[in-house]
């Protein structure tokens, strides 16, 4: 190859090589945009993470007993979101009637401001329905008001429910187990029963345990997890890890607990501040 063809091959070299670079200076710069859009991630880029409500049964008028130790879970779940930057509202002994209403001025506020919403419902309770101090009321009743087509300030961000009540009257006697060692912007319709999260303290038709000093199984997991994760796992991770508390850590009579996860999320959620 003589100078004159070792020139102009340089100087091709040379061209393609800048239009590499402002190819892939194009593309790092649509990836951070994207990225920060983050569609498959919850914004916790709000003023507040939200309001948690905690309703808390524990003396009833309807012929069921006292639920002893329930002042120790509202306790410690007060505790614990008041520390993960929500603002906690206490309401004990509710009756059927109070419990629906006040669920239904909440989902009328404002939560503009707000990255979520937490609801803590410690009663009595049964398939499908959670009690009042007076009676039963079915869950939807609670939750209707917070639909996509109702609540709109908490359009598409996440409503998290943990509930912390019987389901039935079936008893988990366990089984022995061999262990082994060795957001672009744009118009979207959304539908109204997206990103809900139920966490209910036990599986279908089973009882839920209650220590009448420590409080219940599944708030004392469920605190203790938040308090060791929740500013470093995924929130799906975090209630992972509480079912396996539940399950391994916890035994009455051979008697055993699950808890278990009703989910409608449609995007990872974190208990810290996102960009």
């Not at 983050?38 to 808390?56: A, R």
């Not at 879970?73 to 603002?87: P, Q, R, V």
Request: net charge neutral.
């Amino acid at each position: 190859m003589d100078t004159v063809d070792t020139r102009r091959f340089r100087t091709q070299v040379d061209a393609i090589q800048v239009l590499v670079r402002r190819k892939t200076a194009e593309e790092s710069s649509n990836l951070t945009s994207s990225d920060n859009c983050c569609p498959d991630l919850y914004s916790t880029n709000y003023p507040s993470m939200g309001t948690c409500v905690i309703i808390n049964n524990k003396e009833f008028t309807c012929g069921m007993s006292p639920r002893t130790g329930t002042d120790v879970d509202a306790d410690a779940a007060s505790k614990i979101f008041t520390e993960l930057g929500y603002n906690v509202r206490m309401y004990n002994d509710q009756n059927a009637w109070q419990m629906k209403s006040l669920m239904s001025s909440v989902s009328k506020e404002d939560h503009s401001d707000c990255a979520s919403f937490v609801c803590v419902l410690l009663s009595h309770g049964e398939e499908g329905a959670i009690y009042g101090t007076d009676g039963p009321v079915e869950y939807e009743e609670l939750t209707k008001g917070f639909k996509g087509n109702r609540c709109k300030s908490l359009l598409g961000k996440p409503k998290l429910f943990f509930i912390q009540a019987c389901r039935g009257s079936h008893t988990d006697p366990g089984a022995s187990v061999m262990a082994d060692s060795a957001v672009q912007k744009s118009t979207e319709r959304i539908p109204v029963e997206a990103d809900f999260l139920y966490f209910y303290s036990t599986a279908p038709g089973y009882f839920s345990w209650r220590d009448a000093e420590r409080g219940s199984w599944f708030i004392q997991a469920l605190c203790d997890i938040l308090r060791c994760y929740s500013k470093k796992l995924e929130l799906m991770h975090i209630l992972t890890r509480v079912s396996r508390k539940v399950a391994l850590n916890f035994q009455c009579d051979q008697n055993k607990q699950v808890s278990c996860v009703v989910s409608m999320l449609t995007a990872d959620f974190y208990f810290y501040k996102n960009k």
